[in-house]
């Protein structure tokens, strides 16, 4: 049974706390139990939503893949990541996130934000191999790509969740001390690592168990949303692509709390969360649906509007030719939104020359937009209409533009 732990907090370093924080007094710690490495057996209704969740992500992925949509995958990883910081209360929009990818430097939020693209491709691409054992050095190494500026490991200090101020005594949720943490991510390893039952109760039990160990210094909202994809594809229930659940998540970041603290009961009421993160999963793969719908639908879109731009200026013939380097440029907006006359120029291996010529004409036919530096220097296009797929409000998962 999961239990509770009376610790003493004083504050490390009180200087500049508030009156509050600089308290010292007890709290109550909380420490799940360690997963058996088979899953649990649920009620009839929450079996039931997991294994309808089960065959609509299979169905997600069949779709996706006989439509040749592969640009898909690593623009549900942008907007996957995007969702999280929003999770996490960092406010960044997609074509901010695109530009700092291009041209490799921004602001300290979007470079992380990219670190966390790269870091869920990479657990899809190698942890996620159901060949492959899980350590506790694999979710480190997650976690580190994810936030590369902390410390390597798991955290050696007492963490908290939410609450008024910057003290464990006033918080909403305290995770277990540090020094049972080795413990609960090597268990939660070895429940990841088996991929035996139905794919969408693990990767719920998985992402609530991680979250409730908090095993890091920060980061934890991030790996563990990356986690969750790890386990549907080892599991064989997504081979494709991934399904965004974080754009789920945070559109409605009270029912994902909630369904965390109803995992964390006293006894757990492990039925909420799987019929809650069922229902997301469901709802994020008919979002993925959607926008690959959408971004095919744009496709099209600026093809015409790049024919009438020749038309109205009698360029001939108004349909570019087969093989040229704009419409290799269109094939790729949805892949890659922000380009620059040098990525055009190797990534098509045109000239430089020939890669200006073919961005100053969509830009001019209001396809690409430039972006400009302080000094008044075009440093990049933007294909605003494709980035505007993945932007993301409170109230709606995206919104769309253009």
């Known amino acids: 049974m999961p239990y509770t732990a009376e610790l003493h907090w004083t504050p490390p370093n009180p200087a500049g706390l508030s009156k509050k924080d600089r308290a010292s007094g007890t709290h109550r710690a909380y420490l799940p139990d360690e997963l058996a490495i088979t899953l649990p057996e649920l009620g009839a209704k929450a079996q039931h939503a997991a294994e309808e969740a089960a065959v609509v992500l299979a169905r997600f992925d069949e779709r ?147 979250e409730t160990i908090h095993p890091f210094a920060d980061g934890n909202g991030r790996t563990g949303r990356a986690l969750v994809h790890t386990v549907l594809k080892r599991s064989d229930a997504l081979r494709t692509v991934l399904v965004p659940i974080s754009t789920v998540f945070a559109s409605n970041t009270n029912a994902y709390i909630g369904g965390l603290n109803a995992y964390r009961k006293d006894p757990s009421d492990l039925d909420q969360w799987v019929i809650s993160f069922a229902e997301a999963v469901e709802a994020a793969a008919a979002r993925a649906v959607l926008l690959a719908e959408d971004i095919e639908a744009l496709d099209q879109t600026v093809r015409l509007d790049l024919a009438e731009h020749r038309r109205e200026i009698g360029k001939s013939p108004i349909h570019p030719r087969a093989g040229s380097v704009i419409l290799k440029i269109l094939d790729c907006l949805a892949r890659e939104p922000v380009i620059t006359i040098d990525s055009v120029a190797v990534e098509h291996g045109v000239s430089r020359a020939a890669a200006h010529r073919a961005l100053v004409e969509l830009a001019e036919a209001g396809i690409l937009r430039k972006t400009k530096n302080h000094k008044g220097k075009v440093v990049c296009y933007s294909a605003d209409q494709h980035l505007a797929y993945v932007e993301l409000t409170e109230a709606n998962h995206r919104g769309r533009k253009g």
């Open 64 to 210: 996706i893949s006989s439509s040749g949509s592969t640009y898909l995958n690593h623009l549900l990883i942008r907007s996957e990541s995007i969702s999280s910081s929003w999770i996490e209360g960092s406010r960044l929009s997609p074509k901010k996130l695109a530009i700092a990818e291009r041209l490799k430097y921004g602001d300290r939020v979007a470079l992380d934000v990219i670190a966390n693209v790269r870091a869920t491709e990479n657990a899809i691409d190698e942890i996620a191999n159901p060949l492959r054992p899980i350590s506790v050095k694999d979710i480190e190494d997650l976690q580190h790509s994810i936030k590369p500026r902390l410390a390597f490991g798991l955290r050696e200090a007492q963490n908290w969740v939410g609450g008024p101020g910057n003290s464990p005594l006033r918080a909403d949720f305290v995770p277990p001390p540090p020094t049972e943490v080795p413990r609960l991510v090597a268990n939660l390893a070895a429940f990841i690592t088996a991929t035996e039952g139905n794919p969408v109760i693990r990767a719920a039990i998985a992402h609530a168990q991680f």
